[in-house]
């Protein structure tokens, strides 16, 4: 093997792309599913105002839609991934594509406003561009199932690539679709229409994806439970251990015990057990990832481009390259995610790379030079979505293999409910001619949420890390005990020679 074919397979593995082309099946078509979902996110939500402005709704009413639109996806979210274990991980991703299905059909045939309300809050559309419904939860869940300990980060890390890649691609087509069709004769509103189209049939590929998924999707509680072990407050690396370790350790302890007769109604049944531990952990993950969602949400895409146009009079083709380049920046960034979780470990990889992000968000509206600015904003998509991965995973490691799901859900939709918040404050400092406090307050409250997280989780050893070390404790007895049995047999016999002396 050449030196160069040598560096090449060192640098592959160091980005997780080995680890991705020797991932199961399952995993490549839910990381598929994934950049197809995001195509359609993109496209739509490149239209979504515009095709409601053709319509002449008002903007307080599009408002409002987008609002109600976020909040029906906070419920049905929640209940979709609660009891996604119960219902069936497969069955619950195949539900949520038909409702993308519905919601492009809906919005391609339907000019009347309350139908499309209605279509955006039961079903399945983004209104900006951001993941929604329950898919993230139960495929990150599968996917930190179906992966070891030591190679979860890098396929977190191709999975956060992949909705990137689908998102700015969706984004890119739709805009040229739009664009030829118009200049073909097309009616403006019929031109956005047939991104609706798309979008149902993004969908219902999705769907058909779904059917494929096999069995090594769902949940096995039998095989995934691990036992109540004591708590630490050591951070040691790695931070990950296998899920068959976990179900190693359940079988040994508990061989002999029969499960006694249960009592439970359907929907107890259906219901996640969540460990008093793990909901303890849950809540204080919720309070951090809330305050950094609502940060996000006062500083987001559509304002932050509203804000560099009013201030430094930007054409519209110079704001589309500088965002394209910085989302470039943050796609690639994520490459170097995993080989640095591997080096100084999960927690500090979060927070060391979103620190420097969350200073340059808080610097970005103070200079009065356009290029200061821009370089700023570029150095916060740099190294701001370089902690997705990484807390990804933690959370997988932190919690027990049967309340992944729900548990992510529960995060995913504190999160959605936090992003409703911001727009509103910003919009109203805006008008206060004080667009620049948004900027401060967002990166104060980025900066507050890293220091916490180190403080809280620095040390904490999660369920993974204590079922392997007590495998090795495990493993480890048998041989002192062996070793004991020696020195005394050694002993005794060294005893007797003296006495024959």
Not at 98 to 112: D, E, P, Q, R, Y
Not at 240 to 266: F, I, M, R, W
Request: proline letters at 4%.
């Amino acid at each position: 093997m050449t030196r160069a074919t040598t560096a090449l397979r060192v640098f592959a593995d160091e980005i997780g792309f080995l680890t991705l082309l020797h991932s199961p099946r399952d995993t490549k078509l839910l990381l598929l599913q994934r950049l197809v979902r995001f195509l359609a996110f993109g496209s739509a939500t490149l239209v979504l105002v515009l095709f409601l402005r053709a319509l002449d709704i008002p903007e307080a009413r599009i408002g409002l839609f987008m609002t109600l639109t976020l909040l029906g996806d906070v419920v049905i979210s929640l209940v979709l991934t609660v009891f996604a274990d119960g219902i069936g991980r497969r069955v619950t991703l195949a539900f949520g594509a038909l409702c993308m299905v519905v919601s492009g059909i809906a919005f391609a045939l339907s000019s009347n406003f309350w139908v499309l309300l209605v279509a955006a809050v039961f079903g399945v559309i983004s209104p900006s561009g951001n993941e929604i419904g329950p898919f993230r939860a139960i495929e990150e869940s599968v996917i930190a199932g179906l992966t070891a300990r030591e190679e979860r980060t890098g396929l977190l890390v191709w999975y956060t690539i992949f909705g990137y890649t689908g998102a700015s691609l969706g984004v890119l087509v739709c805009g040229w679709a739009v664009a030829g069709v118009q200049s073909h004769g097309w009616e403006v509103l019929e031109s956005y229409r047939l991104v609706f189209w798309v979008y149902a049939i993004l969908g219902a590929a999705k769907f058909s994806m779904c059917l494929f998924l096999t069995e090594r999707c769902e949940s096995n509680k039998e095989k995934a439970e691990v036992t109540s072990i004591p708590a630490s407050g050591d951070e040691t690396q790695p931070l990950l251990a296998s899920a068959d370790d976990e179900s190693t350790l359940h079988s040994e302890n508990n061989a002999a015990k029969p499960a006694p007769p249960s009592k439970e109604s359907p929907l107890q049944k259906l219901r996640p057990k969540i460990s008093d531990e793990s909901i303890w952990i849950l809540w204080k993950l919720c309070l951090l990832f809330c305050m950094d969602s609502m940060a996000s949400s006062l500083v987001s895409s559509s304002w932050m481009t509203y804000f560099f146009a009013l201030k430094f009079h930007l054409s519209q083709g110079t704001l589309g390259t500088l965002f394209f380049v910085c989302n470039v920046l943050s796609t690639m960034s994520n490459f170097a995610a995993t080989p640095l979780a591997r080096r100084i470990g999960l927690i500090k990889t979060m927070v060391f790379t979103h620190i420097p992000a969350s200073i340059a968000l808080a610097l970005t509206p103070l200079p009065s030079n356009a290029l200061a600015a821009m370089a700023l904003l570029a150095l916060r998509y740099s190294t701001n979505s370089m902690d997705q991965a990484p807390r990804q995973a933690f959370i997988s490691a932190a919690v027990l293999p049967e309340e992944r799901t729900a548990v992510m859900g529960v995060l995913n939709v504190g999160k959605t409910l936090s992003q409703s918040v911001g727009p509103s404050i910003t919009g109203t400092l805006a008008e206060k001619k004080l667009f620049w406090v948004a900027f401060v307050v967002a990166g104060g409250l980025k900066v507050t949420y890293d220091v916490f997280m180190l403080v809280m989780f620095l040390g904490h050893r999660t369920v993974e890390e204590r079922a392997e070390q007590s495998l090795v404790g495990q493993a480890e007895a048998p041989l002192e005990t062996e070793a004991e049995a020696e020195g005394e047999t050694t002993g005794r016999a060294e005893s007797g020679r003296d006495q024959n002396a």
